[in-house]
Structure formats: structure tokens, C-alpha cells
Nanobody, 134 residues
Framework: QLQLVESGGGLVQPGGSLRLSCAAS???????????VGWFRQAPGKEREGVSC????????DYADSVKGRFTISRDNAKRTVTLQMNDLKPEDTAVYYC????????????????????????WGQGTQVTVSS
């Protein structure tokens, strides 16, 4: 079974930046190369929501309106990682961030991954805490 591992969370001041990474654990024997991947987040008392998604090729992406222009998703298939660069962070970005594989075609990913992607997740990571506070 594919096991995902996130890293890069932490405490940052408003306006700061963090870089989250997602990779398949070596112990699982799988890689992310052939999977579309999404980043999702869950704040206390709120439902888990989509943040950004990327196809296996890296050519197609989707972003939540709340993070457009501030977050960038990318993947390095040589390093077998998916990265979420988060800039200009705001207190409302505070949440546990999860990476996950999403079972969506490239066309569908661009239109529904952020809004409905949790319905298409096959594997979840354990999550990493991001706290934005002064």
C-alpha cells in the first residue's frame, strides 16, 4: 500500500513562507510518479478542503481561490516529490495540511479536484501542521 509522508510544516508569521513536500515512503515500495496528487487542509472545527492539485505529468494544476497567486504546486518526478510553496501566509491558512493521491483524469482534475477532490482520494498522508501567527 502506498504510504505518503509530508514534511515542511511549522510556525510562521503572517506574510511569511513555508514549503511543504510530499513523497512516498521508501518502505511502501511505491513512488508518486504515476499519481495525480492533491494538497488538502483541515482547520479546527472545519471540514477538510482542497488547496491545490497537480496531474502526474505536472502539466495541469488546480488551485483554491483563497490561495491563488500565493501558493504554487509543483512536482519533481526525478526526486519523486510534490511540493507546495506557500507565500504571503495568512492566519486563515492555519491548518493541518495533507497530501493525497487523487483518482482523476487531467481534464477532471483541473475542474473539480479542489472543490470535490476528497471524494477521489485513494491514499492520504498523515498530515503536517501549519500555523500562521504573530
Amino acid at each position: 500500500q502506498l504510504q505518503l509522508v509530508e514534511s515542511g510544516g511549522g510556525l510562521v508569521q503572517p506574510g511569511g513562507s513555508l514549503r511543504l513536500s510530499c513523497a512516498a515512503s521508501a518502505a511502501s515500495g511505491f513512488t508518486l510518479d504515476y499519481y495525480a496528487v492533491g494538497w488538502f487542509r483541515q482547520a479546527p472545527g472545519k471540514e477538510r478542503e482542497g488547496v491545490s492539485c497537480i496531474t502526474s505529468s505536472g502539466r495541469n494544476t488546480d488551485y483554491a481561490d483563497s490561495v491563488k497567486g500565493r501558493f504554487t504546486i509543483s512536482r519533481d518526478n526525478a526526486k519523486r516529490t510534490v511540493t507546495l510553496q506557500m507565500n504571503d501566509l495568512k492566519p486563515e491558512d492555519t491548518a493541518v495540511y495533507y497530501c493525497a493521491t487523487v483518482d482523476l483524469t487531467p481534464h477532471s482534475l483541473q475542474s473539480i479536484c479542489v472543490s470535490r477532490g476528497t471524494q477521489f482520494v485513494k491514499y492520504w498522508g498523515q498530515g503536517t501542521q501549519v500555523t500562521v501567527s504573530s
